[in-house]
C-alpha cells in the first residue's frame, strides 16, 4: 500500500469501494504546520467517468488498483468512440472521445508504442510514448538560414496539434514531439 505522496499521474487506486483514475494531482505545503504536505488529486470513477476531488495527506495509504497495461494500434473512429486493436491478440478495446481527448492530439494509424489501461479488463485510458512523430499540415513557408537562429512560427499537425518549430522546417515535414510538453524535439 502507497503513501499518497507516492502516488503518480495515470495511476488507478482504490478508494471507498471504488476504483478511481488520477489524472492530476497538486502538491500543497500548507504554511506554519509542521509536518507533511497535501496532495489534492482530480479522480474518476473508472465505471461512472464522475470527477472526485479529494485531499490526502502525505501519510495517507491508498490502495493500487489492478491495472493492466496493453500494448495497442488506433484502428478507426466510429463516432464518439474510438477504437484501438490489441497488438498481441487483436482484441478490440472502445474508449469514448471524452476520456482521450488529450490524447488524440498525439495519435495516428502508425503512432507506435501506445498502451491500452485496462482496469477489471475494462479500457479506461491510454498511456502514450514519450514522444511521437507527427506530420505538418500547415505552417509558413521555410527559411532559408532558418536553421542559425531560434526563432520560431506556429504549425499544425496532422492531428489538429499546435505546435512551435524552428523557422526551417516546412510543410509536409515529420517532426518528433515531445508529448508531456507538447513541444518540438527534432525532425524524424
Known sequence: ?????????NQAVEYEGRVYFVKDI???VPQ??????????????VV???????????????????LVRRPVTFSYADGDEYVFMDNEDFTQYML??????????FITEDTQGVMAILVSDTPVALDLPPTVELAIEETDPSVKGGSATARTKPARLSTGL???????IST??????NVEERKFLSRA
Open 1 to 9: 500500500m502507497p503513501k499518497a505522496s507516492e502516488i503518480k499521474k
Open 26 to 28: 497538486e502538491r500543497s
Open 32 to 45: 506554519g504546520r509542521a509536518g507533511g504536505s497535501l496532495y489534492r488529486m482530480r479522480m474518476y470513477d
Open 48 to 66: 461512472t467517468d464522475q470527477k472526485l476531488d479529494e485531499t490526502f495527506k502525505d501519510s495517507d495509504m491508498l490502495n493500487l488498483a489492478d
Open 96 to 105: 469514448n472521445k471524452s476520456a482521450i481527448e488529450d490524447e488524440l492530439l
Open 162 to 168: 499546435m505546435v512551435q518549430v524552428p523557422e526551417h
Open 172 to 177: 509536409g515535414d515529420r517532426i518528433k514531439v
